[in-house]
Nanobody, 126 residues
Framework: QVQLVESGGGLVQAGGSLRLSCAASGRTFSSRAMGWFRQAPGKEREFVATISWSGSSTYYADSVKGRFVISRDNAKNTVYLQMDSLKPEDTAVYYC???????????????????WGQGTQVTVSS
């Protein structure tokens, strides 16, 4: 069982930066790939970034590539999302998720994730 708690969201001007954190409880965090997803009002949840269980590989949505960086610290049971050059279209609730299958690579498919946090709001003003 993995419980996830996101933090670090807030209101920022376009061009600014935020760093989201996702703290995990449970002994299997370090063996699970992690992902960040987001959902804007009236839209479906969409993939943002994912990182393998070891942290050796990452993958990003085209919309955030070059602006966002996902990382993890397995010693702290935490995954991060550094968001730079933020745009108003990045406004959404951001969720972290842990993959169902252990020792797997990251995935952009939300159905591959069993554990989800409650989300943190990110609002980017123009």
């Amino acid at each position: 069982q993995v419980q996830l708690v996101e933090s670090g969201g807030g209101l920022v001007q376009a061009g600014g930066s935020l760093r989201l954190s996702c703290a995990a409880s449970g002994r299997t965090f370090s063996s699970r790939a992690m992902g960040w997803f987001r959902q804007a009002p009236g839209k479906e949840r969409e993939f943002v970034a994912t990182i393998s269980w070891s942290g050796s590989s990452t993958y990003y949505a085209d919309s955030v590539k070059g602006r966002f960086v996902i990382s993890r610290d397995n010693a702290k049971n935490t995954v991060y999302l550094q968001m730079d050059s933020l745009k108003p279209e990045d406004t959404a609730v951001y969720y972290c998720a842990a993959r169902t299958r252990v020792y797997s690579s990251g995935s952009p498919n939300p159905q591959d994730y069993e554990y989800w946090g409650q989300g943190t709001q990110v609002t980017v003003s123009s």
